[in-house]
């Protein structure tokens, strides 16, 4: 079974920086895309970064040149390094497998003065 388990979250003043964590077992890790997700209250989950098995990524246009996400195939971890951060991004960040729909519990991310 997949298990995906995100640590990292936590709340910063606009401008501040994070660094999230996703640790992923039950998966052949290396073989496949790896993604960060969030969702705000009211809204439909977005794609926000994603990072393939030959580390190529893509992001959203709204935190490109500030979010930068990397994977340690070694240890089965995927981050997300999130600087500058505003308001906007104030959401649940899920880790996630496109290719089995599978997404972690989420970690709560919160950018207020």
């Known amino acids: 079974q997949v298990q995906l388990v995100e640590s990292g979250g936590g709340s910063v003043q606009p401008g501040g920086s994070l660094r999230l964590f996703c640790a992923a077992s039950?998966?052949?890790?290396?073989?496949?895309?790896m993604a960060w997700y969030r969702q705000a209250p009211g809204k439909q989950r977005e794609l926000v970064a994603q990072?393939?098995?030959?580390?190529?990524?893509n992001y959203v246009d709204s935190v490109k040149g500030r979010f930068t996400i990397s994977r340690d195939n070694a240890k089965n971890t995927v981050y997300l390094q999130m600087n500058s951060l505003k308001p906007d991004d104030t959401a649940v960040y899920y880790c996630?497998?496109?290719?089995?729909?599978?997404w972690g519990q989420g970690t709560q991310v919160t950018v207020s003065s």
């Open positions: 996630g497998v496109p290719i089995v729909t599978t």
């Open positions: 039950g998966i052949a890790f290396s073989f496949v895309t």
């Open positions: 990072i393939t098995r030959g580390y190529g990524t």
